[in-house]
């Protein structure tokens, strides 16, 4: 799941864009979309919703809020062939809205 180098590995690098790992103390990974131009990152979350993730999408704070974000935090006890699934469905929602567009909204009613 991780490169020696940090990156991650099957991540469909050609849609997403600024991907930062913080794996030694929180494990979080968080992501925007290169070109927002046919479907938003409230797009991608949805989709992931529909394959069982909770992975939220939101604003970042003043000064960047314009600026939409995607994160995934892993839990204690995730194992790789969990986080294989994640990326697969991860691959899979980008492939579909590549192919069919999302609603272009930029907000969403994300909740746990």
Not at 50 to 63: C, F, I, R, S
Not at 75 to 102: H, P
């Amino acid at each position: 799941m991780v490169a020696s180098d940090g990156r991650a590995k099957g991540i469909p690098g050609a849609a997403l864009s600024g991907m930062m790992l913080t794996l030694a103390f929180i494990p979080v990974i968080s992501f925007a979309l290169k070109n927002p131009d046919t479907y938003t990152v409230y797009d991608v979350s949805s989709r992931l919703r529909l394959a069982g993730w909770q992975v939220p999408a939101y604003p970042l704070p003043a000064d960047a809020q314009d600026k939409h974000i995607l994160r995934i935090v892993a839990r204690v006890g995730m194992s790789l062939d969990m986080a294989d699934t994640l990326v697969s469905d991860l691959q899979d929602a980008v492939n579909y809205l590549e192919k069919n567009g999302g609603t272009g909204e930029q907000h969403g009613g994300f909740s746990h």
